[in-house]
């Protein structure tokens, strides 16, 4: 491959992502606010103290599923919220005048949270959370205070603080699109732990969710379902995969996006994580033998039964460079068969994309936190968004119509369902009092 192909593939990625804590919240909180206002959609993510039994959560009656995680939502917390905040800047078009990429300015932040309340907390979640880093003494030091349920006296006094209460009524206001990925349980969390006490009957929570977020709810787990088909749909293997075909596409100069990050100033440096997931040249003379004993439940579902024990790899790379390797493997035994048969062989062009699909690797693995997996989210939302986008003539239109995925909007995926929850106000529900009442003050 020549050096010049091989530069383009080279892709140094790192995402800033902001930590606030109730140290620096007063200090950041109107620029969380801008950075939500300013965007073209956001992309959230949650960390809990919990889940209780996840059989339980697969029930097959959909009121059932509800019953269950209101039960949880109502007992355990919200340890760490993510926000990511994308900003679509400007779409450039080649010669033809078709739209050939776009450029999308971020704002990520990871909240650090400890509810007033006790509750409950897995034993099994904290270990998962402690193994991939999470700080439970920051969290417990500096966590941002907050209350569950109904509103008490002095929530809605901005002198009191509840900032991560005001957040949520600034992110309803803003009448953004919200990003989520399997995004059911952080929904009832968001309601249960910020919002109101959850109604009893899933109808209504739907109702409301309906009027709370006008610009729609898109959940990329979906989305990568059904417009992706992938054969794995949890949060990282998408988010790497795209990334790896985001950056084949710059390098055939077909459609991709490209990210850019805010400018922070120098006080904010001790409170910023760069987290570095580069996409780089895969080093075959050193890599291509080197043994991959991958974990079989983890490459296709994201999760280890056996957790910390597992001696495999749960290194996303390896599932990644699994893969590519079995679909190399199959390409060479079909380019031999056509071969031994005199048919033509592929040409050149595609031949070098197969070497460059051979070599490509990401380079980071094992990062999880609320700030990143919201950044995930919405780099996966705006990469299928741009690439379903028909015409250069939308990107001016509403906000439905820029993402090209107008019949994505409003539908959660269910584990273990094959249709999803439709987040539409049936004529038969009605919204909940308290919802409505304050709508109407918000």
Same mark, same amino acid.
């Given at each position: 491959? +020549? ?258 990050? =805010? ?46 024990? =597992? ?41 070098? =994309? ?13 990062? +999880? ?65 308290? +919802? ?7």
């Amino acid at each position: 491959m +020549h050096s010049s192909a091989m530069s383009q593939l080279v892709l140094p990625w790192k995402v800033a992502v902001v930590i606030v804590d109730k140290s620096n919240v007063k200090q950041l909180f109107p620029s969380i606010i801008h950075a939500i206002n300013s965007a073209s959609f956001v992309a959230i993510d949650l960390e809990l103290s919990g889940l209780g039994n996840r059989k339980d959560l697969g029930a097959a009656s959909l009121d059932d599923r509800y019953k269950v995680l209101s039960h949880v939502a109502a007992t355990r917390a919200i340890i760490a919220l993510g926000i990511s905040c994308f900003h679509r800047l400007q779409v450039y078009d080649n010669e033809d005048g078709d739209a050939e990429y776009t450029t999308v300015m971020t704002q990520t932040f990871n909240m650090m949270t400890l509810c007033d309340e006790a509750y409950t907390v897995d034993p099994e979640s904290l270990q998962f959370l402690v193994h991939h880093g999470f700080n439970f003494n920051r969290q417990y030091s500096s966590g941002i205070s907050f209350r569950r349920g109904n509103d008490k006296t002095g929530d809605e006094n901005p002198k009191i603080g509840n900032y991560l209460r005001r957040l949520l009524l600034e992110l309803i206001k803003s009448k953004k699109p919200i990003i989520v990925h399997n995004g059911l349980a952080d929904l009832v969390f968001l309601y249960q732990n910020l919002y109101l006490e959850l109604p009893l009957k899933l109808d209504t929570f739907v109702a409301d969710l309906s009027e709370m977020f006008e610009g729609g709810i898109y959940d990329t787990k979906y989305i990568a379902r059904v417009k992706g088909d992938e054969s794995s749909t949890y949060l990282q293997y998408v988010f790497r995969k795209l990334q790896r075909e985001n950056v084949q596409n710059r390098s055939n100069n077909d459609r991709h996006i490209i990210t850019k990050q =805010c400018d922070y100033p120098k006080i904010l440096h001790e409170s910023i994580d760069l987290v570095d997931c580069s996409v780089f040249p895969f080093d075959s003379e050193t890599n291509l033998s080197r043994p991959v004993n991958v974990c079989q439940p983890f490459a296709t579902r994201g999760y280890c039964p056996s957790g910390i024990e =597992c001696n495999k790899s749960h290194n996303i790379d390896d599932v990644l460079f699994m893969e590519e390797q079995a679909l190399t493997n199959k390409r060479s035994k079909k380019r031999k068969i056509e071969n031994d048969n005199g048919e033509a062989t592929e040409k050149a062009k595609s031949e070098t =994309c197969n070497q460059v699909n051979r070599k490509l690797l990401l380079h980071r693995s094992g990062i +999880h936190r609320a700030g990143f997996d919201a950044y995930m989210t919405g780099f996966i939302f705006a990469y299928y968004s741009f690439k379903h986008s028909n015409q250069d003539k939308e990107l001016t239109e509403s906000v439905s119509k820029i993402l090209g995925l107008r019949d994505c909007r409003n539908r959660i995926h269910l584990n273990r369902k094959t249709m999803p929850l439709q987040i539409v106000k049936s004529q038969f529900a009605k919204s909940s009092n308290l +919802h409505k009442k304050k709508l109407k003050e918000i």
